[in-house]
């Protein structure tokens, strides 16, 4: 098969159905399957353990990360639980400091409690990174781009930096914002890549999932036996919604970016606009690596106005396109202020979010119908 993105969206991990010719992955809505005998079957025994439906995405998925291996969940943050069970009290993780409030809650109220240790850090800062590697670090997770201030890692001089260290920890990017269409994390020296399938993968906002992908069969084989082991997997309907909505995943990122960039330059103009946030704009300081990086900016950007909090939750609350509400990735325009939304968990803390910052997911509407919603709700600010 073709190497082409577009084409493995479409077609890696996909044939048609042998029984029916159905072009389309069916739907596998059942929960076990007949065996020909005792212990023989056709690969599938339990839904929770396998699922055609879902080897389908987690195949295709995989293709598009260009990794070898793809594992689904129930949600980003059962990928994220999965992945630190695998580590002991005593251990250290090593956390970028930007970094999504529901993965800060499960590190900090749930695992620090069972003995692992976490500490954050700058990822942009290089030599910082180095400064909090320990004898004990197993595992580096960052995201890249962030959430929400949109700050970039250099995954390749991350990976170098983990890799002549004495304790070889893995290394995990957390790839939800840039999807594999626009960054491949594994071909830039990360380990472990981990997607909210919700966001862009899906696409649609009408689906949770979470998605795994890895090219170690030995980490492989121990996320799989987690996977079955702990049961945070997605149901088939869920999987073929993924599997939809990737097909169109190059489609969507282009506009998607294409929309950002503009909505980029006209906030970046407005004289109530203090900061805007956004990877590919000249004011982005590593607008360079941005563009070594990645496809394009992608479709989140984060600005403040100089209203400070009373202007954000004005111009939030006023938005007529853009929808006030959480998550992000889907077709519509969304609008959120994240310290007291999406990052309510990490405020009174060193990663408290500024009570001003307004988060939009970029939508795939028109752009020029855009920039006139926000333009009528920064008036009112």
């Keep these: 098969m073709s190497d082409q993105f577009e084409t493995l969206a479409i077609h890696a991990g996909q044939q048609p159905d042998p029984s029916t010719g159905a072009?389309?992955?069916?739907?596998?809505q059942t929960s076990t399957f007949v065996q020909d005998a005792v212990g023989v079957h056709k690969g599938y025994e339990y839904s929770r353990s396998g699922n055609p439906t879902r080897t389908a995405l987690q195949d295709c998925f995989a293709a598009l990360e260009a990794a070898q291996y793809g594992l689904a969940f129930a949600s980003g943050l059962a990928a994220t639980d999965t992945i630190i069970r695998q580590f002991a009290p005593g251990d250290h993780i090593l956390v970028g400091s930007d970094v999504y409030g529901g993965t800060f809650?499960?590190?900090?109220?749930?695992?620090?409690?069972?003995?692992?240790?976490?500490?954050?850090?700058?990822?942009d800062d290089l030599p910082a990174v180095q400064a909090g590697l320990r004898a004990n670090?197993?595992?580096?997770?960052?995201?890249?781009?962030?959430n929400p201030y949109l700050g970039l890692?250099?995954?390749?001089?991350v990976a170098g930096i983990l890799k002549a260290h004495s304790s070889q920890p893995l290394f995990a990017v957390d790839n939800t914002f840039a999807s594999p269409y626009l960054q491949q994390p594994l071909t830039?020296?990360?380990?472990?890549?981990?997607?909210?399938?919700?966001?862009?993968?899906?696409?649609?906002?009408?689906v949770v999932l979470g998605l795994v992908a890895v090219n170690d069969q030995t980490l492989k084989e121990r996320l799989a036996f987690s996977q079955n082991a702990a049961g945070a997997v997605p149901g088939p309907m869920d999987s073929f919604l993924v599997l939809r909505g990737i097909k169109t995943l190059p489609l969507r990122m282009d506009r998607h970016g294409h929309n950002a960039a503009a909505i980029a330059d006209y906030?970046?103009?407005?004289?109530?606009?203090s900061q805007i946030y956004y990877p590919f704009h000249a004011s982005h300081p590593q607008q360079a690596l941005a563009r070594k990086q990645m496809r394009n900016g992608g479709g989140m950007l984060s600005f403040e106005l100089k209203g400070g909090e009373a202007a954000a939750r004005t111009v939030a609350e006023n938005?007529?396109?853009f929808a006030l509400a959480e998550s992000l990735g889907g077709v519509e325009s969304l609008i959120e202020v994240p310290a007291v939304m999406t990052h309510l968990s990490v405020a009174n803390s060193p990663l408290a979010v500024d009570p001003g910052l307004v988060r939009l997911s970029v939508g795939v509407e028109h752009v020029d119908d855009l920039i006139a919603d926000l333009e009528q709700a920064i008036a009112k600010a």
């Design 137 to 146: 670090t197993k595992l580096v997770w960052l995201e890249t781009p962030t």
């Design 267 to 273: 906030l970046a103009a407005h004289p109530k606009v």
């Design 105 to 123: 809650r499960l590190f900090e109220r749930e695992y620090k409690d069972f003995g692992i240790e976490f500490s954050y850090v700058d990822v």
């Design 23 to 28: 072009v389309m992955t069916p739907i596998y």
């Design 319 to 321: 938005t007529r396109l």
């Design 153 to 157: 890692a250099d995954i390749a001089a």
């Design 188 to 206: 830039l020296g990360a380990d472990i890549v981990i997607h909210s399938a919700t966001k862009y993968l899906g696409g649609h906002s009408d």
